[in-house]
């Protein structure tokens, strides 16, 4: 999978559909091209990229919430031998690691406090993941501060409403992840 593609796929429709188990059947359903895992589990990942394959969706695991898949270079092995489109993480070895082994990545960054606004420059300097995703995505003051940057940006977190996903884009996100299965249709 190359970023021209996912930010491709993206520009058409920049709604991004973050599942779990129990919405993952109406997440291959909806017109979203991108779905984010976010309770992936060693047992049925196989089949979950599968299918959403088969839907002609990118799939993207959320390795930090991951269960019995290793937090390290062999699980991100795994996953890219499953067929994983890319991976999400907080952390920026598992980013670095997941790079180099041709996964797509997204960075998670929570938005709590100015000092720790400060620090993200930093790590995206050292990581430097294809995309980042700043939670909560309710907050177009911090969307602006990075969407000037050369790191496409990703809203996630507590966006339940249409004006949200206008608000988010507007300031310079380049897509919107949500669970809220309403949004996967605007």
């Known amino acids: ?8 796929r993206l520009e058409c429709f920049p709604i991004i559909a973050a599942v ?16 984010f895992y976010l309770d992936a589990k060693l047992s049925g990942i196989r089949q979950r990229v599968q299918q959403a394959h088969e ?7 959320h390795i930090d919430l991951a269960e019995g898949i290793g ?19 907080t952390r920026g070895q598992i980013i670095r690691a997941a790079k180099d082994l041709g996964l797509l990545t ?29 939670m909560p995505g309710v907050i177009p003051k911090v969307i602006s501060r990075f969407s000037h940057g050369s790191i496409p940006v990703i809203a ?16 310079g996100a ?13």
């Open 20 to 35: 779990r188990d129990g919405k993952f059947a109406a997440a291959l359903e909806s017109p979203a091209d991108v779905l």
């Open 156 to 171: 996630g977190g507590l966006i339940d409403a249409k004006q949200e996903v206008t608000a988010a884009l507007s300031s």
């Open 55 to 61: 839907h002609d969706k990118l799939l993207f695991v």
């Open 106 to 134: 997204v960075q998670r960054f929570f938005a709590l406090d100015s000092q720790g606004l400060g620090s993200v420059h930093e790590m995206l300097k050292n990581t430097a993941p294809h995309m980042m995703e700043i």
């Open 71 to 89: 937090k390290d270079k062999e699980g991100l092995q795994y996953l890219a031998g499953l067929g994983v489109d890319g991976i999400i993480s």
């Open 1 to 8: 999978m190359e970023l021209h593609e996912l930010m491709n």
């Open 174 to 186: 380049t897509a919107i992840s949500t669970g809220c299965k309403e949004l996967w249709y605007i």
